[in-house]
């Protein structure tokens, strides 16, 4: 397992410039806050992983341009990270979105992807994956403006899936420790 301080360094090695660096940064310490707080009351869960991953999920960013195709960046990080030897952490970044996306979702929307689901499975996945919903840029937000931004930017089906996910994790957490 890497240090904090390595994944830092490593978004720094990757990020094409110092602006992308810190707003790359900014927004994974704060999926990172809201993860660690989340993972306190799951559990079962691994801490460490919580930590790196939801600082590494985003790394993907420095490759893949905002726009129509950012979803991209999850399989571009998961990419970099195996690269890197650092598997422990790519299914995070490649699964991260949103609620995830599925086979189906690659197939009916041509995405560009391989035809596979990229779904958070492991309870780290779905509590960095549910923190990544809560934030907009740096800025923590409701669920209900998180399902609303998702219902808008992609419809219905997808609102949904993080609406599921929200209650999976509120599960999770009530679960005793």
Not at 2 to 7: D, G, N, P, Q, T
Not at 29 to 36: E, H, P, S, T
Not at 95 to 121: N, S, W, Y
């Amino acid at each position: 397992m890497i240090s904090e301080k390595e994944a830092v360094e490593l978004l720094r090695k990757h990020a094409d410039s110092e602006e992308s660096f810190q707003r790359v940064l900014a927004h994974a310490r704060a999926v990172q806050r809201i993860a660690v707080r989340i993972a306190r009351r799951v559990k079962g869960v691994d801490m460490g992983v919580i930590k790196i991953g939801s600082l590494l999920h985003d790394i993907g960013r420095f490759r893949c341009c905002p726009g129509k195709y950012s979803f991209k960046h999850g399989l571009i990080g998961a990419e970099m990270l195996r690269g890197e030897g650092l598997d422990k952490f790519a299914d995070i970044a490649e699964r991260h979105l949103g609620a995830g996306i599925t086979k189906m979702d690659v197939k009916e929307q041509c995405m560009g992807l391989p035809e596979r689901d990229f779904v958070p499975v492991t309870k780290e996945e779905k509590i960095i994956t549910h923190a990544d919903n809560l934030v907009k840029g740096d800025k923590e937000i409701g669920i209900k403006e998180a399902v609303e931004r998702y219902r808008k930017e992609i419809g219905d089906e997808t609102a949904g899936r993080v609406r599921k996910l929200w209650k999976d994790v509120e599960r999770m957490m009530s679960q005793t420790i």
